[in-house]
């Protein structure tokens, strides 16, 4: 596998809330021109990384509902063909990571089974399976919110059965076994300090990929990403900055 993973903002690539904070993705050629532009890219380094693919707003955690949000706020051109756009990428085996936020902000209603909560949460990442991505999931690393029996838990281990590779963020939890075969995504920052702390589950425990965003953007970009795959993990960079890197591939 690719040790390294290229990475686009669409929340939050704009400054408008009246679009969801997206300017990559343009109203009148959607996704299909989007994946037409950075087809190049994806295809030479084979895999990217989309975060917030359906927008992200000021003042809230990032959302796994944000399909439906930019549904409600009638903006169909950044949902339609994501799927069949995605794919022109995912068929050609590039790797797509749609990252969202959390499973655990859709409540279980009153009555509601959790069967019934799978297919509410499946729906909502209905196009993302369709597209044949990877599915990354903001603040999901176990814990007695996120146990073995919980229904976010349950949802990972519907995309695993469908073959889905999963991303959590920022870690495991030391008391939350059950996620450790699991991948992780963290920011720089967080895997070289925070990551330390004794809540985390150690280094060795994790037998997931590790990728590491690299947020603070470093200085010496491609010293960093040597480093990185040094340890054995991947690197996660920003596609602005591709050209520090392409040369020393």
Known sequence: MRQTIIYYNIGWSGRAPHRRNVTRIKPKSGWPGFVERIAPTAERWGRI????????????????????????????????????????????????????????????????????????????????????????????????????????????????????????????????PHMFDLSFVSRESFFQDNRLHKKWAAIDKIRGEIVRLLLP????????????HQDGHTALVSAGRLEEITASR
Not at 100 to 117: H, N
Not at 118 to 138: K, N, T, Y
Request: proline share 7%; with cysteine; hydrophobic share 40%.
């Open 217 to 228: 953007q470093p200085d010496n970009l491609s010293a960093t990403v040597a480093g990185v």
């Open 49 to 176: 990384w989309l975060h917030n693919p359906f927008g992200a707003l000021k003042g809230e955690p990032m959302q796994f509902l944000q399909r439906s949000q930019a549904h409600r706020q009638n903006l169909p051109w950044l949902i339609a063909r994501f799927d069949w756009a995605v794919r022109r990428l995912t068929s050609r085996g590039v790797e797509v990571v749609a990252y969202v936020g959390s499973p655990r902000q859709l409540p279980l209603e009153s009555g509601q089974s959790r069967e019934a909560w799978l297919q509410r949460a499946m729906a909502e990442l209905r196009p993302l399976v369709d597209g044949g991505c990877s599915i990354g999931f903001d603040a999901t690393y176990g814990g007695p919110a996120m146990g073995p029996d919980s229904l976010t838990f349950l949802l990972i281990e519907q995309l695993r059965t469908y073959r889905i590779r999963v991303y959590c963020e920022p870690w495991a939890r030391a008391d939350s």
